[in-house]
């Protein structure tokens, strides 16, 4: 590469560009919500009340689409299956579907350990990598840049290409605040100037270090993304507006409830002497009326008796959260009983797939956008043969399966195929080594032959 530090002057312009908004949908996923119609005198007031009040949505949303993503098979090999487990793809797959779902993207980074043999992939979000892709190949990454702040306080740039790894710091410590005053997470702000940086080289980290992978050792993943090159989109762009809502009008409610949340009484017929003000020393004092300072009081001068308005009415809270709930469902296509699963009946059957029929639309689309990305990936551990096996998406039940499963054998199919559509494994073997399909087979042409051997019989004695 000619002039990586050019790159990582470039990936920083990006990153301050796309990551306040990656970092904006990982807020809102873990409850930091942007409460922009909130003074910093609101936040003293009632900040304690609204958090308390608050219904957080957002990780319903993302869990509603990563519950339907599940890898069954990594590989056609079993010596690379037992690999996969051991370098816990499993675990790395729920870590990438959360990210990708939450941000729109994530990446991972392959890399070989000091004194192991193996290379370990290791997650990054989408806020830490910068990819640049190549323009006449957009399935191919020419470099991808790593940003980060280490323990010492300072940038730190990782560019990664084909061939090499290179290494930079800036020249001084970043000031950086993680969060806000609000509470939300700050981006880094790092040097787009190139003389702010510096090549980085230290024991066991020289500043240029070859690697023998022969493709970038970096693995994007995106959902739902306008073009081979664009990054994806996260699933919260459209429901944030919704929470947004519902957090403002449980703050209007909450302020309401506090407002009136000491008594406010009222009293008429008060004497027309208490109402008008004394004259004290020479002065006017305003008149007091006989009653608790603590307390609310709207008097009037009028014949009638005394009384205390009700209080705030929780129920109203409730409603609104009820209210979000539907309108979120209409927005993003998830049924209200993913969001709130105390809130109805689940629905079975042919419903339930009818309704969770976009949603599902969703997965499979995610599934073919990321299985070149899977296959990437274990290429990149030294797997031969991958072969990504995903579990439909589709729930069903086990009723359903098996009358599935009992519709396709009558209809003549391989036992291997209405095993598979039952639910079982067909190569599953038992204790001796004979495949399920094979006992299936065997069963059943010990039938076959038992009924012939019975009609055989029967024409004799006739």
């Given amino acids: 590469m000619d002039d990586p530090l050019a790159l990582v002057v470039e990936a920083s312009a990006i990153h301050a560009d796309r990551a306040p908004e990656y970092l904006m949908y990982r807020d809102y996923r ?3 919500h942007r409460m922009d119609f909130a003074s910093d005198g609101f936040r003293k007031s009632f900040g304690w009340a609204l958090l308390q009040a608050q219904e957080n949505l957002m990780p319903a949303i993302v869990s509603a689409h990563t519950n339907l993503l599940s890898i069954e098979a990594w590989t056609a090999s079993e010596s690379d299956a037992q690999d996969a487990t051991d370098a816990g793809l499993q675990r790395l797959a729920e870590l990438v579907h959360a990210e990708s779902h ?24 989408a806020d830490q990598v910068i990819p640049f892709v190549n323009e006449e190949q957009p399935d191919v990454l020419d470099a991808a840049v790593k940003l980060w702040i280490d323990r010492d306080g300072f940038g730190r740039g990782a ?34 100037d190139r003389h702010a940086w510096q090549a980085y080289d230290a024991e066991g980290a020289p500043a240029v270090e ?3 992978f022969g493709v ?30 519902l957090n403002k009008l449980i703050a209007d409610a909450v302020v309401a409830g506090e407002r009136i949340a000491r008594p406010v009484r009222y009293v008429m017929d008060v004497a027309e002497e208490l109402l008008k003000p004394r004259l004290v020393n020479g002065k006017l004092q305003p008149p007091t009326l006989p009653f ?6 709207l008097a009037m001068t009028a014949k009638g008796p005394a009384g205390q308005f009700p209080g705030p009415d929780a129920t109203s809270i409730i409603a609104l959260q009820q209210h979000a709930e539907q309108k979120l469902s209409r927005t993003t296509g998830i049924p209200s009983w993913l969001l709130n699963p105390t809130g109805g009946n689940v629905p079975s059957g042919t419903a339930l797939r009818i309704m969770l029929t976009q949603l599902v639309s969703q997965a499979e689309s995610f599934q073919r956008d990321a299985t070149p990305s899977w296959k990437g990936q274990l290429e990149l551990l030294g797997m031969s043969n991958p072969a990504i096996k995903w579990a439909d998406p589709m729930p ?54 038992d009924a012939v051997g019975a009609l055989y019989a029967g024409n004799v004695g006739l």
Avoid: C
Wanted: aromatic share 8%; no cysteine.
């Fill in 159 to 192: 560019v990664y290409d084909a061939g090499h790894l290179y290494r930079f710091a800036t020249k001084s410590k970043m000031a950086y605040q993680a969060r806000r005053n609000d509470g939300t997470t700050a981006a880094p702000a790092y040097p787009d």
């Fill in 396 to 449: 069903s039940s086990d009723e359903e399966r098996l009358a599935n499963a009992a519709e396709a054998k009558a209809l003549g199919l391989p036992a291997e195929e209405w095993l598979r559509i039952g639910g079982w494994d067909p190569a599953a073997r038992d204790e001796s080594g004979v495949s399920l399909v094979d006992r299936v087979t065997a069963a059943q042409q010990a039938k076959v032959q």
């Fill in 102 to 125: 939450t941000t729109g993207n994530a990446f991972t980074i392959t890399w070989n350990r000091p004194g192991v043999t193996e290379p370990m992939a290791i997650f990054h979000r």
């Fill in 210 to 212: 070859a690697h023998s």
């Fill in 30 to 32: 873990d409850g930091r």
């Fill in 292 to 297: 608790d300072d603590t307390n609310t009081l």
């Fill in 216 to 245: 970038v050792p970096v693995v994007w993943w995106k959902r739902d993304a306008i073009s081979q090159f664009d990054p994806g989109r996260s699933v919260l762009v459209d429901a944030i507006p919704v929470q947004d809502e």
